[in-house]
């Protein structure tokens, strides 16, 4: 994510002033919980601003009606989903259903709910993300042109979206549809599908050149929005009837590969505006290996396969419609709503204030801030660098503030926003995606990833700690810091979470448990200064609607790419790839699948990545006699830390952004402060009690010796033990041991902990001097 801009101040809500602002106003943000500095002899709350909204560089900022308009939308199209999910409905004084002109009736059928979830998504992207830069001022000749020949491409997405309405009349009146019926095959080719096609590729094709001003609508986006219309409503026409099992074969309807190739140039059209380049590269990679494939040696031939059958079929359940949309359209959907409640009603910027309370005073403080704030925002924020653009800009500044240089200070931010993707319960929708693949219960993959995530933050805490000791660091001064007994006098404002996780473990469906959490944010809010009235509210959804584009974009683009390894086989084929190497050495094996993982995470925020992860990787390690539990932990724990992974790291890349590092280097400096972490899903592929899954005796024991063992492999990285820096004989000592200790037996336990006890006695005698230059910073 490349962010430019910040906020703008005229924002929706309830200030404790009495002012309001208006409704919807994309971009602007309620103000923070108080001023920089103290208010009301309190101490100063530094996380003020935490819940801003971001804005991106290529977003647009309406004024007037139009803005009203497409913020309302926003917010209808989010509690659109509000209300699918949870099957409400208007009804009558008798009870009976009513049914409301051009609305659907609630719950709708799988398919359909998907599509209209993809379709939302991709018109309102359109609207709200330029497909190019701004100018300021767009009365030019060059722009009249492209402007009208815009215009002249809303005239066959119109028609197309029109013959849809004339198909489904046929349907109504008896029209027997049958892929195979050459009128049929000639209506949908040249009377759907053609001007379909010419509308959308022209104007993809014009959007990359049109510049328009950021208040105002580009024409060729309309044209998008109307094609994206007319794709959904096709489909969701076939999807109704019985010949959808057709998807796939030479009986399916022509018009379903027409539709299915517009669909998927516009989700990688508006993956490429709302993520970059990567995400949609790699997807047409994999679009263009169904055809290449029969072409490729080895493990990666594939059998041909024709246009007609993968485009009809990429848009059912088996790739756009399939897993990763499922998660998105339900959990993913929900969580977004519930943390842009949190955000409206601040509970963002009491959770940064809570951490600063607690930790900003110990040496290094706002890295370690980084660290508690960075797990807390970051498992119900769907990805890395989304997390590390919402507590960066302000625990980046004040780690310079004591002593920081630029790149160490986003390393960490990148490191710390890295881990709350695998912090239960909500795992940045990671542990949803994992149950909906496997079909293993939620509440027993949140249990198993308790000890995983505690392993990760600590490696990461004693790394930051270790290096502020080297360094001679110190923490902020208390006056610049929230007190705790201030933070504790609000601490019902974790309510919301306290309500999520009680619900889950009580046996109640994560939908609605998701759904009590989102109201108890705003319940909670109504006793603070930041009541959430009904303007907020409002506010509220139309931000989960805006928040929601990327991610489901994100979504259905991996959708693609699994669909692709779905009908190309070339899933099976690695498994196949990994049992030959597992013959040789099952750590061979395992580390093989590591950097599958990594590599095919690389650019992909952590949903996408987890779920190709998932359809190449987990499979061979499942028949390696792995149990899938373990296995999908093993790839998801590493599509995860591919954010912070050099060459293409997203999360350090967005630290570097708000730090002004080199991005390589922000990246590379992120990769060494979660070295260690790198260790963790080995340590639970061979010791499976740190999944929760042995006694509660063994489990202690492994996760204390796999702390310790933690802990001293961060020491071997930063070269200090206890007071003293470590020379190059024992810090490979302090490697040995700690591997030892994270193995999980006894004997190797026993063995790592004397071995350790050597090392220190040895550099106690012969270790370097523990003087070092002091940084201070602002500490004095």
């Given at each position: 994510?490349?962010?430019?801009?910040?906020p703008?101040?005229?924002?929706?809500?309830?200030?404790?002033?009495?002012?309001?602002?208006?409704?919807?106003?994309?971009?602007?943000?309620?103000?923070?919980?108080?001023?920089?500095?103290?208010?009301?002899?309190?101490?100063?709350?530094?996380?003020?601003?935490?819940?801003?909204?971001?804005?991106?560089?290529?977003?647009?900022?309406?004024?007037?009606?139009?803005?009203?308009?497409?913020?309302?939308?926003?917010?209808?199209?989010?509690?659109?989903?509000?209300a699918?999910?949870?099957?409400?409905?208007?009804?009558?004084?008798?009870?009976?259903?009513?049914?409301?002109?051009?609305?659907?009736?609630?719950?709708?059928?799988?398919?359909?709910?998907?599509?209209?979830?993809?379709?939302?998504?991709?018109?309102?992207?359109?609207?709200?993300?330029?497909?190019?830069?701004?100018?300021?001022?767009?009365?030019?000749?060059?722009?009249?042109?492209?402007?009208?020949?815009?215009?002249?491409?809303?005239?066959?997405?119109?028609?197309?979206?029109?013959?849809?309405?004339?198909?489904?009349?046929?349907?109504?009146?008896?029209?027997?549809?049958?892929?195979?019926?050459?009128?049929?095959?000639?209506n949908?080719?040249?009377?759907?599908?053609?001007?379909?096609?010419?509308?959308?590729?022209?104007?993809?094709?014009?959007?990359?050149?049109?510049?328009?001003?950021?208040?105002?609508?580009?024409?060729?986006?309309?044209?998008?929005?109307?094609?994206?219309?007319?794709?959904?409503?096709?489909?969701?026409?076939?999807?109704?009837?019985?010949?959808?099992?057709?998807?796939?074969?030479?009986?399916?309807?022509?018009?379903?590969?027409?539709?299915g190739?517009?669909?998927?140039?516009?989700?990688?059209?508006?993956?490429?505006?709302?993520?970059?380049?990567?995400?949609?590269?790699?997807?047409?990679?994999?679009?263009?290996y169904?055809?290449?494939?029969?072409?490729?040696?080895g493990?990666?031939?594939?059998?041909?396969?024709?246009?007609?059958?993968?485009?009809?079929?990429?848009?059912?359940?088996?790739?756009?419609?399939?897993?990763?949309?499922?998660?998105?359209?339900t959990?993913?959907?929900?969580?977004?709503?519930?943390?842009a409640?949190?955000?409206?009603?601040?509970?963002?910027?009491?959770?940064?204030?809570?951490?600063?309370?607690?930790?900003?005073?110990?040496?290094?403080?706002?890295?370690?801030?980084?660290?508690?704030?960075s797990?807390?925002?970051?498992m119900?924020?769907?990805?890395?660098?989304?997390?590390?653009?919402?507590?960066?800009?302000?625990?980046?500044?004040?780690?310079?503030?004591?002593?920081?240089?630029?790149?160490?200070?986003?390393?960490?931010?990148?490191?710390?926003?890295?881990?709350?993707?695998?912090?239960?319960?909500?795992?940045?929708?990671?542990?949803f995606?994992?149950?909906?693949?496997?079909?293993?219960?939620?509440?027993?993959?949140?249990?198993?990833?308790?000890?995983?995530?505690?392993l990760?933050?600590?490696?990461?805490?004693?790394?930051?700690?270790?290096?502020?000791?080297?360094?001679?660091?110190?923490?902020?001064?208390?006056?610049?810091?929230?007190?705790?007994?201030?933070?504790?006098?609000?601490?019902?404002?974790?309510?919301?979470?306290?309500?999520?996780?009680?619900?889950?473990?009580?046996?109640?469906?994560?939908?609605?448990?998701?759904?009590y959490?989102?109201?108890?944010?705003?319940v909670?809010?109504?006793?603070?200064?930041?009541?959430?009235?009904?303007?907020?509210?409002?506010?509220?959804?139309?931000?989960?609607?805006?928040?929601?584009?990327?991610?489901?974009a994100?979504?259905?683009?991996?959708?693609?790419?699994?669909?692709?390894?779905?009908?190309?086989?070339?899933?099976?084929r690695?498994?196949?790839?990994?049992?030959?190497?597992?013959?040789?050495?099952?750590?061979?094996?395992?580390?093989f699948?590591?950097?599958?993982?990594?590599?095919?995470?690389?650019?992909?925020?952590t949903?996408?990545?987890?779920?190709?992860?998932?359809?190449?990787?987990?499979?061979?390690?499942?028949?390696?006699?792995?149990?899938?539990?373990?296995?999908?932990?093993?790839?998801?724990?590493?599509?995860?830390?591919?954010?912070?992974?050099?060459?293409?790291?997203?999360?350090?890349?967005?630290?570097?952004?708000?730090?002004g590092?080199?991005?390589?280097?922000?990246?590379?400096?992120?990769?060494?402060?979660g070295?260690?972490?790198?260790?963790?899903?080995?340590?639970?592929?061979?010791?499976?009690?740190?999944?929760?899954?042995?006694?509660?005796?063994?489990?202690?024991?492994?996760?204390?010796?796999?702390?310790?063992?933690?802990?001293?492999?961060?020491a071997?990285?930063?070269?200090?033990?206890?007071?003293?820096?470590?020379?190059?004989?024992?810090?490979?000592?302090?490697?040995?041991?700690?591997?030892?200790?994270?193995?999980?037996?006894?004997?190797?336990d026993?063995?790592?902990?004397?071995?350790?006890?050597?090392?220190?006695?040895?550099?106690?005698?012969?270790?370097?001097?523990?003087?070092?230059p002091?940084?201070?910073?602002?500490?004095?």
């Amino acid at each position: 994510m490349t962010v430019t801009d910040r906020p703008r101040d005229d924002v929706p809500g309830d200030h404790p002033d009495g002012t309001r602002a208006e409704i919807g106003q994309v971009g602007a943000t309620q103000s923070g919980l108080a001023p920089s500095g103290a208010r009301d002899g309190a101490a100063p709350l530094v996380g003020t601003g935490a819940d801003e909204e971001v804005i991106e560089y290529n977003r647009r900022l309406y004024d007037g009606l139009t803005f009203r308009i497409i913020a309302v939308t926003l917010a209808i199209y989010a509690f659109f989903h509000i209300a699918a999910l949870n099957g409400l409905s208007i009804r009558n004084m008798t009870g009976g259903v009513v049914d409301l002109p051009f609305l659907p009736r609630l719950p709708m059928e799988t398919w359909t709910y998907r599509t209209v979830h993809i379709a939302g998504a991709t018109g309102l992207g359109f609207l709200m993300f330029s497909g190019t830069s701004f100018v300021d001022r767009a009365d030019t000749a060059r722009d009249r042109m492209l402007n009208m020949a815009s215009l002249m491409l809303l005239i066959p997405a119109i028609f197309s979206l029109g013959v849809t309405f004339w198909f489904q009349n046929l349907i109504a009146s008896g029209t027997q549809w049958s892929g195979m019926d050459p009128t049929i095959m000639f209506n949908e080719r040249w009377l759907f599908g053609a001007p379909l096609l010419v509308a959308t590729f022209g104007a993809i094709a014009i959007s990359w050149v049109h510049q328009r001003p950021r208040d105002r609508i580009n024409a060729a986006d309309l044209v998008l929005l109307v094609a994206g219309v007319a794709v959904a409503s096709y489909l969701i026409t076939i999807f109704n009837m019985p010949i959808r099992a057709t998807t796939g074969t030479a009986f399916a309807p022509l018009g379903i590969s027409m539709a299915g190739i517009a669909g998927t140039a516009l989700i990688l059209e508006l993956t490429r505006r709302v993520t970059g380049l990567a995400l949609p590269i790699i997807a047409g990679i994999f679009l263009a290996y169904v055809w290449i494939g029969h072409l490729m040696p080895g493990v990666l031939n594939s059998p041909r396969i024709a246009l007609q059958r993968f485009f009809s079929q990429v848009y059912t359940d088996v790739g756009i419609l399939g897993q990763t949309t499922a998660v998105s359209s339900t959990y993913i959907i929900l969580f977004i709503i519930f943390a842009a409640f949190l955000q409206a009603s601040k509970v963002g910027e009491y959770f940064i204030n809570f951490a600063f309370a607690l930790t900003g005073r110990q040496r290094g403080g706002p890295a370690k801030v980084a660290i508690f704030a960075s797990g807390l925002m970051g498992m119900i924020n769907g990805t890395s660098a989304g997390n590390v653009v919402a507590t960066g800009s302000l625990t980046i500044p004040l780690m310079h503030k004591v002593g920081y240089d630029k790149k160490t200070s986003g390393a960490i931010e990148a490191a710390a926003s890295t881990g709350g993707q695998i912090m239960p319960p909500i795992m940045g929708a990671g542990a949803f995606i994992m149950a909906e693949i496997t079909g293993i219960p939620y509440q027993e993959i949140a249990i198993a990833a308790i000890i995983p995530s505690i392993l990760y933050f600590a490696s990461v805490y004693f790394m930051v700690d270790l290096s502020a000791a080297r360094m001679g660091m110190r923490g902020m001064r208390a006056d610049e810091l929230p007190k705790v007994a201030d933070m504790m006098k609000q601490v019902f404002l974790f309510l919301p979470i306290i309500i999520l996780i009680v619900a889950l473990f009580l046996g109640y469906s994560v939908i609605r448990a998701g759904t009590y959490a989102t109201a108890a944010a705003a319940v909670v809010s109504w006793l603070t200064p930041y009541r959430m009235g009904p303007r907020s509210v409002l506010y509220a959804f139309q931000m989960a609607g805006t928040m929601s584009i990327q991610i489901i974009a994100v979504c259905a683009c991996a959708g693609i790419i699994v669909g692709v390894i779905s009908l190309t086989g070339v899933g099976a084929r690695f498994s196949n790839l990994l049992l030959g190497l597992a013959d040789t050495s099952q750590l061979l094996a395992m580390f093989f699948a590591m950097v599958i993982a990594i590599l095919l995470g690389m650019g992909m925020p952590t949903t996408a990545a987890y779920a190709v992860a998932a359809s190449v990787v987990a499979p061979g390690l499942i028949r390696l006699g792995i149990d899938p539990l373990t296995a999908h932990f093993f790839v998801f724990y590493f599509a995860v830390v591919s954010a912070i992974t050099p060459p293409v790291a997203l999360a350090s890349y967005a630290a570097a952004g708000i730090s002004g590092a080199d991005p390589m280097g922000t990246s590379v400096a992120s990769f060494k402060v979660g070295l260690a972490a790198f260790i963790v899903p080995f340590m639970f592929f061979y010791n499976s009690a740190l999944l929760m899954d042995a006694p509660w005796a063994e489990i202690a024991q492994s996760l204390v010796t796999a702390l310790v063992g933690v802990f001293f492999l961060a020491a071997s990285v930063q070269g200090w033990l206890w007071g003293k820096a470590a020379g190059i004989i024992i810090r490979l000592g302090l490697l040995v041991a700690a591997l030892c200790m994270i193995s999980g037996g006894l004997i190797t336990d026993l063995l790592g902990l004397g071995l350790v006890i050597g090392l220190v006695m040895l550099n106690r005698i012969l270790g370097p001097g523990s003087k070092t230059p002091l940084i201070q910073g602002q500490a004095d």
